[in-house]
């Protein structure tokens, strides 16, 4: 075996014999990989598959739901409650464990020589198992679905058991290396690499996550278990849902950098600039389980979570998305490399991420009461990470060694992201436009009432550009699955995504 230096790290590239022994760069010279480094690749992989397969599932509730606004087709479905079951699934598979089982095969990836592979695999099967019993339980009869902001539930034991072995499998991949000082100190020797670049994020992701969980313990203390099961769920993951979203924010910078990393061959950033944009991003959330015991009473309750998501997430994501938009003007040198699909693939995830994100924020502005306004602004944010971690999934893929699709897919590879990208982007703007004009909140089937011709055509929109997005999800699990399939195939019609 021999290694080939990459924007992300050395690669494994296959010698001529299975005797050879693989390797990678130290400091002063190449050593062979340890036991721990190679399974540490193994557990990433699989982190990754199971956020894939957690996505295929909730693309299917997704279609339903889409199907359930649409006007003209939502009055043919009598049971709202079908619906609702559908998004109280969709909402933590796409939402959630998508997002999360994602990021902790970035985390993996990124601190895949550490030890404890005993360990973390158990907490890869623990969230598997979850994500079983989430989904067993939308079966079981007369179950309540309760449409709580941040995480809707399940009334049931099984849901709850199955989302509290999610998050024990998540914590430990997430949390691990959090706190670690290898996690925070510089390498001199790569000031400018995009992995170094994007520890600090990837560890904000899990200190942000370790928080939500203990502002759940403390809720789940201080709320009242009498109340009944909409304010109860509501309060109760009110404090862990806005920690989410910090989650969420910096493992999506981090993939930014990887993939702009990864455009440019040096990352966008120094490690000291984004170690200390890391701080000022984890930074005011330290206070967060202070809020969380005042209980739902206390103004600190609500109103705290509320003005931190509203001042302090934004500042830092916009200063990233700034250098890395500085960073990419580079690409219009003829000194850069040809456009492959793969890269083609990567510039286009990266601004639809950005414009996206963008909207989001915009639309957040103009909430002003309960009404699809509400939705559109949290469907483009999390649209944005989605189509970010899509793109970042092309590049793990890379680094796997799956890198081969017939040139057909490959064309479809390049375009995958900007055709999520467009229709998550006129799903929420045309959610926004029907909020704008009045449209409710959660409301589904025959309960759905239009009274106007406004709502009526930005639900249309909405459900055009649903379909849109559904399009390019199910493209990319298409796409991975055939980069998955063609890993050891040596078809001489397949084309390496990454070369001309």
Same mark, same amino acid.
């Given at each position: 075996?021999?290694?080939?230096?990459?924007? !992300?790290?050395?690669?494994?590239?296959?010698?001529?014999?299975?005797?050879?022994?693989?390797?990678?760069?130290?400091?002063?010279?190449?050593?062979? &990989?340890?036991?721990?480094?190679?399974?540490?690749?193994?557990?990433?992989?699989?982190?990754?598959?199971?956020?894939?397969?957690?996505?295929?599932?909730?693309?299917?509730?997704?279609?339903?739901?889409?199907?359930?606004?649409?006007?003209?087709?939502?009055?043919?479905?009598?049971?709202?409650?079908?619906?609702?079951?559908?998004?109280?699934?969709?909402?933590? !598979?796409?939402?959630? &464990?998508?997002?999360?089982?994602?990021?902790?095969?970035? *985390?993996?990836?990124?601190?895949?020589?550490?030890?404890?592979?005993?360990?973390?695999?158990?907490?890869?099967?623990?969230?598997?198992?979850?994500?079983?019993?989430?989904?067993?339980?939308?079966?079981?009869?007369?179950?309540?679905?309760?449409?709580?902001?941040?995480?809707?539930?399940?009334?049931?034991?099984?849901?709850?058991?199955?989302?509290?072995?999610?998050?024990?499998?998540?914590?430990?991949?997430?949390?691990?290396?959090?706190?670690?000082?290898?996690?925070?100190?510089?390498?001199?020797?790569?000031?400018?690499?995009?992995?170094?670049?994007?520890?600090?994020?990837?560890?904000?992701?899990?200190?942000?996550?370790?928080?939500?969980?203990?502002?759940?313990?403390?809720?789940?203390?201080?709320?009242?278990? *009498?109340?009944?099961?909409?304010?109860?769920?509501?309060?109760?993951?009110?404090?862990?849902?806005?920690?989410?979203?910090?989650?969420?924010?910096?493992?999506?910078?981090?993939?930014?950098?990887?993939?702009?990393?990864?455009?440019?061959?040096?990352?966008?950033?120094?490690?000291?600039?984004?170690?200390?944009?890391?701080?000022?991003?984890?930074?005011?959330?330290?206070?967060?389980?202070?809020?969380?015991?005042?209980?739902?009473?206390?103004?600190?309750?609500? *109103?705290?979570?509320?003005?931190?998501?509203?001042?302090?997430?934004?500042?830092?994501?916009?200063?990233?998305?700034?250098?890395?938009?500085?960073?990419?003007?580079?690409?219009?040198?003829?000194?850069?490399?040809?456009?492959?699909?793969?890269?083609?693939?990567?510039?286009?995830?990266?601004?639809?991420?950005?414009? !996206?994100?963008?909207?989001?924020?915009?639309?957040?502005?103009?909430?002003?009461?309960?009404?699809?306004?509400?939705?559109?602004?949290?469907?483009?944010?999390?649209?944005?990470?989605?189509?970010?971690?899509?793109?970042?999934?092309?590049?793990?893929?890379?680094?796997?060694?799956?890198?081969?699709?017939?040139?057909?897919?490959?064309?479809?590879?390049?375009?995958?992201?900007?055709?999520?990208?467009?229709?998550?982007?006129?799903?929420?703007?045309?959610?926004?436009?029907?909020?704008?004009?009045?449209?409710?909140?959660?409301?589904?089937?025959?309960?759905?009432?239009?009274?106007?011709?406004?709502?009526?055509?930005?639900?249309?929109?909405?459900?055009?550009?649903?379909?849109?997005?559904?399009?390019?999800? &199910?493209?990319?699990?298409?796409?991975?699955?055939?980069?998955?399939?063609?890993?050891?195939?040596?078809?001489?019609?397949?084309?390496?995504?990454?070369?001309?």
């Amino acid at each position: 075996m021999k290694t080939a230096g990459t924007a !992300l790290g050395p690669i494994i590239v296959p010698g001529p014999t299975r005797s050879e022994t693989p390797y990678r760069h130290s400091r002063t010279q190449v050593q062979p &990989l340890d036991k721990s480094w190679i399974q540490g690749v193994a557990l990433s992989k699989n982190w990754w598959a199971l956020s894939i397969l957690s996505m295929a599932i909730a693309g299917f509730y997704a279609l339903a739901l889409v199907l359930a606004r649409m006007p003209g087709l939502s009055t043919l479905i009598t049971d709202p409650l079908f619906f609702k079951r559908c998004l109280v699934v969709h909402v933590n !598979l796409a939402l959630g &464990l998508w997002l999360l089982a994602f990021l902790a095969g970035m *985390s993996e990836w990124t601190h895949r020589g550490s030890k404890g592979q005993s360990s973390r695999r158990l907490g890869l099967f623990s969230a598997s198992l979850g994500l079983a019993c989430i989904m067993a339980a939308a079966f079981i009869p007369g179950v309540n679905p309760v449409l709580s902001n941040y995480i809707p539930v399940l009334d049931h034991p099984l849901f709850f058991g199955g989302l509290f072995l999610v998050a024990v499998g998540l914590f430990g991949a997430l949390s691990r290396k959090s706190w670690s000082r290898e996690t925070w100190k510089a390498n001199p020797l790569s000031p400018f690499a995009p992995l170094a670049a994007a520890r600090p994020l990837l560890a904000v992701a899990g200190i942000a996550f370790g928080f939500s969980l203990i502002t759940l313990a403390i809720a789940f203390l201080v709320v009242n278990r *009498s109340l009944a099961s909409q304010p109860y769920y509501e309060f109760l993951f009110w404090g862990p849902g806005h920690l989410l979203q910090v989650t969420h924010s910096a493992g999506m910078i981090a993939a930014w950098i990887l993939i702009t990393g990864e455009l440019l061959k040096k990352s966008p950033v120094s490690f000291k600039v984004s170690r200390a944009l890391a701080i000022i991003l984890i930074a005011p959330w330290l206070i967060s389980p202070f809020f969380s015991w005042q209980g739902p009473a206390s103004i600190w309750f609500l *109103s705290g979570f509320t003005q931190l998501m509203r001042y302090a997430i934004f500042p830092v994501t916009l200063v990233f998305m700034v250098m890395c938009l500085r960073s990419l003007l580079v690409l219009r040198s003829d000194s850069q490399p040809p456009m492959t699909f793969a890269r083609k693939a990567l510039l286009s995830g990266l601004l639809s991420s950005f414009a !996206l994100t963008a909207t989001g924020f915009i639309l957040g502005a103009m909430i002003r009461g309960s009404n699809t306004m509400v939705p559109a602004h949290y469907h483009a944010a999390v649209g944005g990470v989605t189509v970010a971690y899509m793109t970042a999934a092309f590049l793990l893929a890379q680094k796997f060694d799956f890198r081969k699709v017939s040139r057909r897919a490959g064309k479809l590879l390049s375009r995958q992201p900007l055709i999520y990208g467009v229709g998550q982007l006129a799903f929420a703007l045309g959610f926004a436009f029907a909020g704008y004009h009045g449209a409710a909140r959660k409301s589904y089937g025959q309960e759905q009432q239009i009274n106007s011709f406004s709502e009526s055509f930005g639900l249309a929109v909405m459900g055009g550009g649903g379909l849109l997005a559904i399009v390019g999800g &199910l493209a990319f699990m298409v796409l991975c699955y055939r980069l998955y399939k063609n890993r050891t195939d040596a078809n001489p019609n397949l084309e390496d995504i990454w070369k001309v």
